[in-house]
């Protein structure tokens, strides 16, 4: 096992911040000295939808730090605390999830997050099974542990509070549900997002009342999106999954913005931390050219889930795509029926290039909108059946469609 000051080095290493301070350091410490077992490591993941994305592996990635330095995983997938819903950072209370619903995303959720796990040291468990058979009288003296002031010194909570907007009873209970997973597992340190971080207090206090030594506390940043402004996120539809096919990974990463180069490379890449720093030198100092350094990052990520091979392809496929403005290797065939003319805006629907008219009409206005690489411009236009068959119409980057009749 690595010396007590390499493993914290290794641990803090791109977090947020660790509570109490000095906790998970002393805990180490122990460990080094043989005075008490290798830590029980946790996160909890709730299935909400069947992907996961780089934004999750941020928590991941700290987690497998622990298992290569000897420590346990405790991987809780919320297969109960998902059909709750996490108010983490909402505006307004999540829809209830059905036992179906999460059944049917947990059971992708697994293969996924062994892509960036190792085997073992590996707990994976199922939150429901200590959830699910809780009586109402281990529900309410759960439920005695907390007052509704402390849940009120949350941010998101009191900003609904004072602004009039409803809270349901149950989301109050989350975080109950959520810490009681730390009892239940005994964790010695939860791992989790900046957002997670009243949650993962929580978790501290139910141990305490159960007799249990309190969790140490590691957060991680959370991971912007493709737009480079919101969360990672389904909802915000940012999201670069686990499993995007080597294209489209390596497309979605080439779409971030500059200005989050580096904090991919920290956060999603196995680039040695060294090796970061001087890449962050060399882009202030102008050494470096942004669009090679971008290259560089979208291969990293795209070797993670699939291989070298795959990142290298993935890139001369983005070149003929994008740089060569080449058409990909297989495109969505439309049959164009007989319909003669075609409104432009209805093609772009009609094709699905374009979630509506007035998204078509936006992106002509854009100039994103291309019929084998020449510019559509005028939102109004009408084409004739016969100048589009067997032609490639394009809507920004990714999206094609070939035009024939059948």
């Avoid at 460990?31 to 780089?54: E, N, Q, W």
């Avoid at 058979?133 to 009191?158: C, H, I, K, N, Y």
């Avoid at 305490?208 to 996120?233: F, Y």
Wanted: glycine share 8%; with cysteine; hydrophobic share 40%.
């Amino acid at each position: 096992m690595e010396p007590a000051p390499k493993q914290c080095k290794i641990l803090l290493d791109g977090a947020e911040q660790a509570l109490p301070a000095g906790a998970l350091e002393d805990k180490v410490a122990q460990v080094a000295a043989g005075k008490r077992p290798p830590l029980r490591a946790k996160f909890g993941m709730d299935p909400t939808s069947p992907d996961i994305h780089v934004g999750h592996t941020v928590v991941l990635r700290k987690l497998r730090d622990f298992q290569r330095l000897g420590h346990t995983a405790v991987l809780i997938i919320g297969g109960f605390t998902a059909q709750v819903g996490d108010p983490s950072g909402r505006t307004a209370t999540r829809p209830r999830l059905s036992a179906e619903q999460v059944a049917a995303n947990a059971a992708t959720y697994l293969d996924q997050a062994r892509k960036v796990l190792l085997p073992e040291p590996l707990e994976v468990v199922d939150n429901t099974e200590w959830l699910r058979p809780m009586g109402m009288d281990a529900a309410l003296e759960l439920a005695s542990q907390m007052t509704v002031a402390r849940m009120l010194e949350r941010a998101d909570f009191a900003a609904r509070y004072g602004e009039g907007r409803p809270i349901a009873i149950s989301e109050f209970l989350y975080p109950l549900l959520q810490g009681h997973d730390s009892v239940a597992v005994r964790a010695d340190v939860e791992l989790g997002g900046t957002d997670q971080t009243f949650n993962l207090l929580v978790g501290r206090d139910l141990q305490v009342a159960a007799g249990q030594q309190p969790q140490s506390i590691l957060t991680m940043p959370l991971l912007e999106g493709t737009d480079g402004q919101a969360k990672m996120s389904k909802t915000a539809g940012n999201t670069i999954d686990v499993d995007d096919d080597p294209a489209d990974m390596f497309g979605k990463v080439m779409s971030i913005p500059d200005t989050l180069m580096v904090k991919y490379f920290r956060l999603v890449t196995d680039v040695d931390p060294d090796e970061t720093d001087r890449i962050e030198r060399a882009l202030a100092n102008g050494e470096l050219h942004p669009g090679e350094t971008k290259r560089r990052l979208a291969r990293e990520v795209v070797a993670l889930y699939h291989d070298r091979d795959a990142a290298e392809a993935a890139e001369a496929r983005f070149d003929r795509q994008f740089r060569d403005r080449a058409v990909p290797d297989e495109v969505p065939e439309f049959d164009l029926g007989d319909t003669d003319p075609w409104f432009l805006p209805r093609l772009l629907s009609a094709t699905g290039l374009a979630a509506s008219g007035s998204e078509a009409r936006r992106l002509v206005t854009q100039g994103a909108v291309r019929l084998d690489g020449d510019p559509l411009t005028e939102p109004t236009a009408e084409l004739a059946a016969a100048e589009l068959e067997g032609r490639v119409l394009q809507a920004g980057k990714r999206r094609f469609a070939r035009l024939v009749r059948r």
